[in-house]
């Protein structure tokens, strides 16, 4: 997304994101790995004999499965026939990926054979699938990461966006695939198998705002401001979405009959005023955790009770917890109950 000249960085120091990484500047986590996989993408390194040999090992890993360290598995195998990665291991050829998982350390999701054809996919067609690549980057996030090191949350992939990882009881999910098998290692990489594939957010930012009824007054001051053509797909952003009843609130507030009586220039900073850099997740706030948007400025989470957000102005806001995390192929939303005001 190429950032509009009036657009500012913001740095976020987030303790609490799904590995832990500790302080996040500019994009945080998400643009480490946009920039990990922009070195896989321009990496020409190659061993066509260690590429061959991780396929080789990767279509013949099942009978490895006992050394797995889910605590499952033995009753997995009891009930259903062992995975294969055939597909899998052909899409890593067909996407020329298969330099990057053996000169890389990474942790992977792996689909089984049967996964992908629950999509009917398989290796005789899974070079026809559009975005391959994408695709596959979304199952890889880099180094390695165990089972054991897994927290509830989102966890940025090299495709740019993130998977969410949960818990219930024992098992382990990414996004709606279960973790069948844990802790797998081929090479230098870390496999879990998973019983799904994973596919990535298709919608914009512009996308889901454009098409929701409830963000028609957002979509037409984006529009009125031209904002719209700084979401342009080249970077990320984490968006706080105020709904149409927020716009009304708001108005009600001002003492104003419309959008209209608002300059366009104090209209611009607002809106910006609730855009932030990078992917920021529900699972990445803390109480009292200081933001700076785009705008300028600063505002501040309280998590004490209701999730909210205090503006400079010391109004609440109220984060709408169904409607938190909405991934786009360009960053996340979070919905909000009012319009957030900046100093102006």
Known sequence: MKKNSLLMKTSLCLTTGIFAFGCMTDSGSTEKSSDFAADIATDTTTDAAAEERFAIELEQLAPGFESATAADNTAFLGRVRIPTFFTLAVALREADLLGAVTSNQLTIFAPTDRAFARLGIHPWNVGEVENLSDILLYHVVPGQVLSSDLREGFAATLNGAAVEVNFDRRRIFIDDARVRFADLRLFDDTLHVIDRVLLPPAESIVDVVVGNDDFSI?????????????????????????????????????????????????????????????????????????????????????????????????REVGLVPSLLDVQTSDGVIHVIDRVLLPVL
Do not use: C, M, W
């Open 218 to 314: 957002l979509k037409d001051a984006l529009l009125r401001t031209g904002l719209v053509g700084a979401f342009d797909g080249t970077s990320s952003f984490t968006v706080f979405a105020p709904t149409n009843d927020a716009f009304v609130a708001l108005l009600g507030e001002l003492g104003v009959a419309s959008l209209d009586d608002i300059s366009d220039e104090v209209l611009a900073q607002v809106l910006l005023y609730h855009v932030v850099d990078g992917r920021v997740f529900s699972s990445d706030l803390s109480d009292e955790l200081e933001v700076s948007p785009l705008s300028g400025g600063i505002f501040r989470f309280d998590l004490d009770a209701a999730p909210t957000i205090i503006d400079e102005n010391r």
